[in-house]
């Protein structure tokens, strides 16, 4: 289990502030873990570019006493490069012209299970239950999730409707997100979900949610992303996969986890929701029936 925060959730952290030049490097230690872990500090000046100072600069900025410090969260860190999805293509089409085995099926599986396996080891469970609490006690919890990250938001909102009558999806079938923004308050939650590439409307959505005085949560796989920058609780998971896109598995696992204990923390009042919910389907002839 966790120890406490990963390398990238000290990167994200402190990401907003720091100088180009320490982005350079904060950049190269979160993509570069094994190197960062194993070589030594000249060897890494060596390969990035950047003078021994800018990582001793950069492990201060973090807030680590030294960069051997920094070095060693490093070993626990998995590192993580976007690749536009067009190269991705090119990739996936040159391995299937050479006859690459074993079959996408198994490397698309295997990389799926590497990634919620090291999700386990990642998210610091302290931190997860702080921020299933702050959900649970939220008037309102409001989520947004654009491109590629839509549907998953979209199964979140349909799971947490079945106990909650106050969750929302924003700025979807024709609403508008500047309304939703607009009525949050100091008593609701906001939970984002972005990856690379990240579309605009998310970051500032986040960015709304922090100047309502909203708790907000992020959701993403890399230190970089903007969103993170305003954010209560951030959750960086790992989403390698052969495929063209990044892989959603970790984060569909951590949407079904935090409805799980949202469930289980609601009480009596969800299952009576839940027994109404199932009675009107069923009124309304949903499901399909035998």
């Known amino acids: 289990m966790p120890e406490g925060p990963s390398i990238e959730d000290k990167i994200a ?17 979160a993509a570069n873990p094994v190197d960062v872990a194993t070589r030594s500090l000249r060897a890494i000046s060596a390969s990035s570019g950047l003078a021994p100072a800018t990582f001793s600069r950069l492990a201060r900025a973090l807030g680590f006493a030294s960069y051997e410090e920094m070095r060693e969260l490093s070993r626990n860190a998995v590192g993580r490069r ?20 074993p079959p996408f099926l198994m ?30 006690g939220a008037r309102h919890v409001v989520l947004f999730g654009a491109l590629g990250s839509t549907g998953i ?12 009558a ?6 979807r079938m024709g609403a508008s997100l500047a309304s939703a923004m607009a009525d949050l308050t ?16 998310s970051i500032l959505a986040a960015e709304m949610g922090r100047e309502r005085g909203a708790y907000v949560v992020v959701i993403t796989d890399t230190h970089a992303c903007p969103a993170l920058k305003w954010a209560d609780q951030g959750f960086i998971l790992p989403s390698e ?30 299952k009576a ?9 069923h009124r309304l002839d949903e499901l399909w029936s035998a």
């Open 241 to 270: 996969s052969p495929h063209f896109f990044s892989s959603y598995a970790a984060s569909l696992v951590l949407a079904e986890t935090i409805i799980g204990m949202m469930a289980a923390r609601a009480g009596p009042e969800a």
């Open 13 to 29: 952290a402190e990401y907003g502030t720091l100088s180009a030049k320490l982005r350079d490097a904060a950049d190269y230690v």
């Open 186 to 201: 100091a008593a609701d939650a906001l939970v984002v979900l972005t990856k690379p590439p990240f579309a605009r409307r």
């Open 107 to 136: 490397r698309q599986a295997s990389a799926c299970a590497s990634n919620i396996e090291a999700m386990t080891r990642l998210i610091d469970p302290e931190r997860l239950e702080d921020a299933v609490e702050r959900l649970h």
């Open 273 to 281: 929701r839940i027994e109404e919910v199932e009675a009107r389907n």
């Open 166 to 171: 106050n969750w929302r999806l924003a700025g």
């Open 82 to 101: 976007y690749v536009s999805f067009s190269e991705r293509v090119r990739r996936l089409q040159a391995e299937a012209g050479a006859g690459e085995r």
């Open 153 to 164: 938001v979209e199964y979140m909102a349909y799971m947490g409707n079945y106990f909650a």
